[in-house]
């Protein structure tokens, strides 16, 4: 065991800084909870695993924190690192893994509880909003073990779990994640965790949960708009617009306020802004200010390759003045898109704001189901300024600034919060909604 | 009440031919209401309709249309606007000028949405409606008087202090090309020359008084709109107090902030602090102001009724302290609110007698002209003593103001230095250097009236006070969509009565749910978006029949050829910025490369017109 060997480079330990603090501003860790881990080849050629040290603040990590592991043998390394370091070398063999970080992911742990008798078999979770239902592939295993912390039995458990699923939960724990870097397993577990945080608060408004999992599992496309694009890895610093200076700092300042507002769970949603035969385009726009994400230039003409996000914004610019677009994955609009009114049967078309501020900014914000056509959104969208698609996420659109149309889904989100915390009240929304709301 | 399909409207055009002594009152036709809903789209289409565009500006071949909207006479906020239309004998393109005071909602009350000025009487006359008649009076007895004066003499008699008076002063009799209509005897329809225009006709005022009340249909959805409109103006802090606290006049120091504050005929935009702070908003709230005051139905009143001595009058506003301050080096705030006294009472547009003074010292101080052309008068830059003398010579067309009242761009051609201009299309530059915003650039370079900050898209409005809304000062990208937005927007604030103050606070939501509750029609946001493009296309398709071509739409080399520092680093407009700006801007509006909408767009635009 040499110096050198505790070197990782100054690249990666960057990432995983990075990484770490975004687990921690994404409140899906503790302090000192979970860890990362990747696989690596140093310069001497050598297969290696760099993992996070047991009991280290993953927000924020020193150099020192991230130990260099052999793949093949046991070196001082593997007596500080992780408690769990075993169970993520057997994760980091499966084919086509790079990476695997693990965190406590409250939300999806608080839904996963259950009060039989131990020992059983926990039933999967279902995620019942788009992000979930897509990115994690439909469900994700739950599984009860003894000793819930570094134990054999989940050594064993969690790479058996993940040879066929993203993301496994181990009741009561929290989460595990493969993917091939570290950035995309964080995508996962925020993905998890928002997935959990929906169904907990479908719960709060007393929605009918089982129902609607029962509902999706028949008809799936029925509930859910079309998945997000593919995850895609190492573009992250990809700048297109290099000499749009003041867009490009638009543009990360947005991304940082959707990642850090919780309004989009981390690198998914869009953003974009129009030019004349060209839109800059952030596939990525929940980027957290030390990770980024790609922004890139592509033709506003359609172009049969682009992907259905893409197409969207640029049938959207077809179709009206804009000068921006969002759309965001909001996990209170997603909720309340599923909120039916007590003696009612069906879930409202429409969102109303019951605060001060929401209430002039945005009277109406209308909810639509996830099939709706391009025409009735983009009609909606220029006299509503915002719309809620159900399964979908949230649309926006500006006439002016990338700044302007981060505003829509951020008030979205507090309006669907002082709504959904008068319902917990017990108040009667219909008396605090204006009247005339309701019929525009 | 009017009867009128559409409510809010009156449903009537007063056609008034002074030449034959013809006054009468034509139906509006519903599809113009519905396709320029009022104000500046209803006045152009009315405008363009009546008018060769090849006619002498001061010739009786001129055409001008003046109309309000569907929600003037409502309690709209700032809702009671006016606007004309016309050619101007300033640029030779489409004048287009907008003013609140109350004349424009009196005129409503009295039963007509638009009237129609054409042909020239052959003595001085003056237009009187009522309700009951409309009558062409002789006006020998006002001609030569000031406007204050021939205010006061109408109000005398006729329907006394509840009438309401349109005038020209001097300068439009002697057809100053800047000169202006005036109501409220302080409030301007400045920019572009309308009030030369009355004066090559002889139509010295329109006396109006009417009290018909204007209905809301639908009135919980134009509540909503309203309750809207009344928050958001109370939540931004430049139309809940700046305005109000400091005028217009409060941007001074702002937008010296930002840089762009123009010095020396846009020379620099170099400004000693304690020489600003002496000449600013603040200044003038502290020594002259007696009282702020505010448009008819507006809750920002920006108005300043000042004092200077024994004199008393109105502003000066921020363009108006800027142009004939700062931008003539004139940090002297009694003597710029003197000069801008006498231009209200004259009838002159301040900005651009501002402009054409700047333009005239810098020719003075590079000795292109000299005190042998002046009389003696010494017109170096700072010297605030000659404000108010130029002022007079121009409107009384005597000596130097021979020359000074055609303008700044013929006053430099006049001696051979025409690179001397701070103009677009021969319309003097407001106070905003273009240099410090891209976007600004080409809303003057665009701005179908030649540069013109209120036309061509209030850009400063959201580079500074955007908030959410504020957008990046020199992305190319961004730029033209931006300033076709704010441009859009504008033309609807102008259309609907409305101010552009408003603009601080919301887009066109708010104006959406009001004139549709007004109308009874589905004015939704999309609508107007293509309502406002049509409009647009309209006043291109103007003046591309008057002359204009791709030529016309640009900068003055200095904003190329010289930088000022904005933000730490030298700025300048390059010629291959502006003409990127410029293709990118044509091709966002569906104009070819020589900026021409194609038949097809104008059909689009339902607009069957296009002269080759």
């Known amino acids: 065991m040499t110096g050198s060997k505790w070197k990782a480079s100054e690249e990666v330990v960057r990432r995983f800084q990075h990484v770490g603090r975004a687990l921690l501003l994404h409140d899906i860790e503790d302090s000192h909870s979970g860890n990362i881990a990747m696989r690596w080849t140093g310069e001497d050629g050598e297969e290696k695993i760099l993992i996070t040290a047991t009991g280290s603040q993953k927000g924020d990590l020193y150099p020192s924190d991230i130990c260099l592991l052999s793949t093949s043998e046991t070196d001082f390394g593997y007596y500080k690192a992780s408690s769990e370091t075993d169970i993520h070398a057997r994760i980091l063999a499966l084919d086509g893994v790079g990476a695997s970080v693990h965190a406590h992911t409250k939300d999806l742990v608080f839904v996963t509880f259950d009060d039989a008798p131990k020992p059983n078999q926990p039933a999967p979770f279902i995620p019942v909003d788009p992000l979930g239902y897509h990115v994690l592939e439909g469900q994700v295993p739950v599984d009860w073990v003894a000793v819930p912390s570094g134990s054999r039995e989940m050594t064993e458990t969690i790479p058996r779990r993940l040879a066929d699923h993203r993301v496994t939960v181990i009741q009561g724990h929290g989460a595990f994640a493969k993917a091939r870097t570290i950035e995309e397993a964080l995508y996962r577990l925020c993905i998890a965790n928002h997935a959990g945080y929906v169904v907990r608060l479908l719960l709060k408004i007393g929605a009918d949960v089982e129902g609607l999992r029962a509902k999706i599992r028949e008809a799936p496309a029925a509930h859910f708009a079309y998945p997000p694009p593919d995850y895609t890895v190492n573009d992250d610093a990809i700048c297109e617009f290099p000499e749009e200076d003041e867009l490009i700092r638009e543009f990360r300042r947005a991304g940082a306020r959707i990642f850090e507002s919780r309004i989009s769970p981390f690198h998914t949603g869009t953003l974009s802004v129009r030019g004349i035969s060209s839109m800059l385009y952030a596939p990525k726009a929940s980027m957290p200010r030390e990770i980024g994400g790609p922004l890139r230039q592509v033709p506003l003409k359609p172009d049969g390759a682009d992907d259905r996000e893409l197409a969207m914004h640029k049938a959207m610019y077809a179709a009206g003045n804009f000068q921006t677009v969002a759309h965001c994955y909001v996990p209170e609009a997603e909720t309340l898109a599923h909120f039916t009114h007590p003696g009612e049967t069906e879930a409202s078309d429409r969102v109303i704001a019951i605060d001060a501020e929401g209430s002039f900014l945005y009277p109406v914000i209308p909810v639509v189901p996830p099939g709706v056509e391009l025409e009735t959104l983009t009609g909606l969208l220029h006299d509503y300024k915002v719309v809620i698609v159900r399964g979908g996420g949230v649309w926006g659109v500006g006439h002016q600034s990338l700044s302007e149309v981060l505003h829509h889904p951020s008030s979205v989100r507090e309006i669907c919060q002082y709504r959904m915390a008068a319902f917990e009240r017990g108040l009667d929304l219909r008396k605090l909604e204006p009247a005339k709301a309701r019929r525009w | 009440m009017s009867s009128y399909r559409i409510p809010g409207y009156s449903g009537k055009i007063l056609e008034v031919d002074l030449g034959r002594e013809i006054v009468r009152a034509r139906p509006l036709d519903p599809a113009l209401a519905e396709d320029y809903l009022g104000g500046r789209g ?565 607009i069957e017109r296009l002269r080759s």
């Not at chain 2, 009355?198 to 709109?225: C, M």
């Not at chain 2, 052309?373 to 108010?388: C, I, K, M, P, Q």
């Not at chain 2, 530059?429 to 540069?451: C, E, F, K, N, W």
């Not at chain 2, 609508?527 to 398709?541: G, K, M, N, S």
């Open chain 2, 42 to 606: 209803l006045a152009t289409r009315l405008f363009v309709d009546a008018v060769d565009p090849a006619c002498d500006p001061l010739g009786e071949g001129n055409v001008m249309v003046l109309a309000t909207s569907p929600l003037v006479g409502m309690n709209a906020p700032t809702s009671c606007r006016g606007h004309v239309v016309f050619k101007s004998p300033l640029t030779g393109v489409i004048g287009s000028s907008n003013c609140g005071g109350t004349w424009a909602n009196v005129f409503k009350a009295a039963g007509y949405d638009a009237i129609v000025i054409r042909g020239k009487a052959r003595t001085p006359v003056m237009i009187d409606i009522t309700p009951d008649r409309v009558e062409l009076l002789p006006a020998d007895s006002l001609w030569g008087l000031d406007v204050h004066e021939t205010t006061d003499r109408l109000l005398e008699d006729g329907a006394g202090k509840r009438a309401r008076v349109l005038c020209i002063g001097p300068a439009g009799e002697h057809l100053v090309r800047f000169a202006a209509l005036m109501n409220d005897k302080n409030r301007a329809y400045g920019r572009s020359g309308p009030g030369a225009v009355w004066g090559s006709k002889n139509l010295k005022a329109i006396r109006v008084f009417g009290q018909e009340k204007t209905r809301v249909v639908d009135p919980e959805r134009y509540q909503s709109g309203l309750d809207q409109a009344r928050f958001l103006l109370r939540a931004v802090p430049t139309t809940k107090r700046l305005l109000n606290d400091m005028g217009t006049a409060g941007l001074v120091r702002l937008i010296n902030v930002i840089d762009m504050l123009p010095h020396r005929n846009f020379q620099d935009n170099l400004h000693r602090q304690d020489r600003l702070d002496g000449a600013s908003g603040e200044a003038l709230r502290s020594r002259l102001l007696v009282r702020s005051g505010a448009c008819m139905r507006c809750p920002l009143g920006c108005q300043r009724h000042t004092r200077v001595g024994d004199r008393t009058g109105e502003g000066p506003e921020y363009e108006t302290l800027v142009l004939l301050g700062m931008n003539c080096d004139v940090y002297d705030l009694e003597a710029v609110t003197l000069a801008n006294y006498q231009c209200n009472e004259l009838g002159i547009d301040t900005m651009s007698c501002g402009g054409t003074l700047a333009c005239a010292m810098e020719l003075f101080e590079r000795r292109y002209i000299t005190e042998q052309d002046t009389e003696g008068l010494d017109l170096s830059f700072g010297n605030a003593s000659v404000l108010e003398e130029l002022v007079r010579r121009i409107a009384f067309r005597t000596g130097i103001g021979d020359q000074l009242a055609e303008g700044a761009a013929r006053l430099a051609a006049r001696y051979h230095h025409p690179e001397v201009a701070m103009t677009v299309k021969g319309l003097e530059i407001p106070a905003y250097d273009p240099r410090a915003s891209y976007t600004q650039a080409l809303g003057y370079m665009t701005s179908p009236t030649g540069a013109c900050h209120l036309r061509g898209g209030y850009a400063v409005s959201l580079a500074f006070f955007g908030g959410a809304r504020e957008i990046p000062r020199f992305s190319l990208l961004q730029s033209p969509i931006a300033i076709r937005n704010l441009q859009n927007i504008g033309i609807l604030q102008d259309s609907l009565g409305v101010c552009r103050f408003t603009g601080y606070a919301y887009s066109a939501e708010p104006w959406s749910r009001m004139v549709s509750g007004a109308t009874g029609l589905d004015f939704s946001t999309h609508r107007l978006e293509q309502t406002a493009d049509r409009i647009a296309a309209l006043e291109r398709v103007f003046n591309l029949e008057a002359g204009v071509t791709r030529d016309d739409d640009t900068l003055p080399a200095r904003f190329s050829d010289e930088s000022i520092v904005v933000g730490g680093k030298e700025r300048c407009v390059p010629k291959d910025v502006i003409e990127r700006l410029r293709s990118d801007y044509y091709e966002l509006q569906g104009w070819d490369s020589e900026g021409r909408p194609d038949r097809a767009l104008l059909h689009k635009r339902k």
